[in-house]
């Protein structure tokens, strides 16, 4: 049998150590598809049932291994499908690599069936983009683009016409009318050093030594640094505070995590932005520059791996441009240790009154039930090694609040795009990589309909995936947005009958259980969690439980009043649910 250059692009791929590729077949890729039927020994073949959701498989399993992730759609249509999925990859900066067909090149400009021209659909999108015009350009350019997604941290994109993809492996039918043959190269990404600089060192370590109440705002660039993170938080007596995304960095109940900041965030983290002279920041490019210190009034000493992003969100006296884990253990024989102790023991008792008024509202008597409680019952019930992807949205609330990292949990979800859906597609692609690990998918009946046909992948794949859907019938965050901005609620709560999502689980020969009474979270949680396969349980919520951030500025307070005074249609029920929630934590 005649080697096809599709088999050279697997054969390059699996060299590279991919062994999984997500997507769906079309006419468009029936080339690479044979490619990888003759491969299946190296790559597997992922099925999907919709191109967003292979692409947010790529993306998590690029958050979840450190390796590239790699989809794949046809021409036209499945391309398109491909790029929400992808821009969550881009936005939180993960290598991945989208290969999409073409229609073949004899027809191309004359507008053809499905004629996209997908390089230029993706021109804002891909850090290397390139329609394969002959197969001699085959393996260089696969080396190129993994290269560079890994480099950059971002998409890549390499688009194959039909006629390409199944050619002669060596085919390479044009005349060469200059002195150029296609470059030799070898599938191997050396990354750049990770240490910064020794005089940036020393600049840092006057600066933090000579704070007096030091922060750390530590993100998922400091994913792999626990240790040298809690190590520079020892020696500088400095709370800890964590982006959504680098939730995992520390564990929750560490005595110098002090939560977010932000409108997910702790009273705490908000109290400690304002109260630091120094700030420490580590792995982040925290976008909410409202959330940060007021310009100039902290010193601020950065770490960062791209020197684009090093001090753009606050004027930064120490910018460090190096790997956060290299970085902080180079820093750590610099810094002197702090003996006074007081900054941080005043966060440590802050952080025990926060953790008691959130375990205060995960009150089994509540009823409609209470979202905090079915969080917290997740939380008791897994593992300590459990990975959990969520959301965006209200869930992302409780989550941040009433997830607790412990052991070598960890928490994945769309941080910068906050795109809808990807929690389940995200569980699908971490089951895959781990195959021993509990992943739960913690979504919003909003996000699960979205993408709720990828339950059927994970049943025909066999993956045990815990589904748990905070449902509340309505599109919860936009819901509490429009109220903030003062305006009553409008076109944010489906119509009933409402969803019961359980029955679509067992539909697909899956656990799925519907819950409606407080008494009955608990043991259905911890049941799905036991089933030997995947299980879903689809949990009626209050509707009216609002994601209060952590203070309640006075500008927000009065846009709430004004959404009432404007007739705001479920004010008594939001607020009889405020005045329980207040009762709870008085109560405690």
Known sequence: MTDIASEVLIERLAAWGVDTVFGLPGDGINGIMEGLRRHTDRVRFVLVHHEEAAAFMATAHAKATGRIGVCLATSGPGGIHLLNG????????QPVLAITGMQ?????????????HLDRLYADLAEYNLVV??????????????????????????????DVQVAPADADPYQHVAPARPPATAPIYLPAPGMPRPEDLEAAARVLNAG???AILAGAGALHAREEVLAVADVLGAPVIKTLPGKAVIPDDSPYAVGGIGLLGTRPGEDLVDDCDTLFMVGTNFPYTKHLPEPGKVRVVQIEADPARAGVRMPTQVPMIGDAKEGLAALLPLLRRKDDRSHLEKYRRAMDRWRADMAALESPDRDPIAPQYLMGCVDRAAADDAILTCDSGTIATWAARHWTIRGDRRFYLSGNLATMAPGLPYAIAIQHAFPGRQVIAFVGDGGFAMLMAEFLTAAQHRLPIKVVINNNNALGQI????????????????????????????????????????????????????????ALVDVDVNPNEPPMPGKVGHDQAVKFAEAFLRGQPHRAAIATTLFKDKISQLGR
């Not at 080396?143 to 971002?154: C, E, H, Q, V």
């Not at 899956?510 to 259905?524: L, N």
Request: glycine share 10%.
């Open 86 to 93: 992808l821009y969550d990859a881009k936005l939180d900066h």
């Open 479 to 534: 819901l509490w947005e429009q109220m903030v901005l003062g305006y009553p609620e409008h076109g944010v709560r489906f119509a009933e009958p409402a969803s019961d999502f359980s029955a679509w689980a067992r539909s697909c020969g899956a656990y799925g259980r519907k819950v409606k009474a407080p008494g009955d979270v608990e043991e259905a949680v911890r049941q799905a969690l036991a089933h030997d396969g995947p």
């Open 212 to 214: 007096e109440r030091v």
């Open 104 to 116: 073949e090149t004899s027809v191309l400009g004359t507008g053809y069936q499905q004629e996209v």
């Open 133 to 162: 015009d002959n197969p001699a350009q085959l393996p260089g350019v696969v080396d190129l683009a993994i290269r560079t997604a890994y480099a950059r941290r971002g998409v890549a994109h390499l688009c194959l016409p039909n």
